[in-house]
């Protein structure tokens, strides 16, 4: 299993990004969002089921959201309304068997 990500970056407060998140095959399973800032632990964004089943931390809820295309082997992150608290690496993971997880995505939200 091989994840990629890709659609981190710099962006002011208030802006968004998607990041994307392709698998090396097609996966029907649990894939998620997590992030970890310096000196804070990996902390879980977002998970969407096989069926599209959703779940999001308090603290990123209405404003981002999570999305996949198996089709593609894609999963998405649609960030709004970003915050400085928002600054971390983003990583990808998907539940098969065990966790497996990108290299992870630099997002970084500062004026």
């Known amino acids: 299993v091989h994840l990629v990500e890709s659609g981190g970056g710099l962006v002011q407060p208030g802006g968004s990004l998607r990041l994307s998140c392709t698998a090396s095959?097609?996966?029907?399973?649990?894939m998620g969002w997590y992030r970890q800032a310096p000196g804070k632990s990996r902390e879980r964004v977002a998970t969407?089921?096989?069926?599209?089943?959703?779940g999001y931390a308090d603290s990123v809820k209405g404003r981002f959201t999570i999305s996949r295309d198996d089709a593609k082997n894609t999963m998405y992150l649609q960030m709004n309304n970003l915050k400085p608290e928002d600054t971390a690496v983003y990583y990808c993971?998907?539940?098969?068997?065990?966790?497996?997880w990108g290299q992870g995505t630099q997002v970084t939200v500062s004026s």
């Open positions: 993971m998907l539940i098969w068997g065990q966790n497996y």
């Open positions: 969407i089921g096989s069926d599209a089943t959703t």
């Open positions: 095959e097609s996966f029907f399973s649990i």
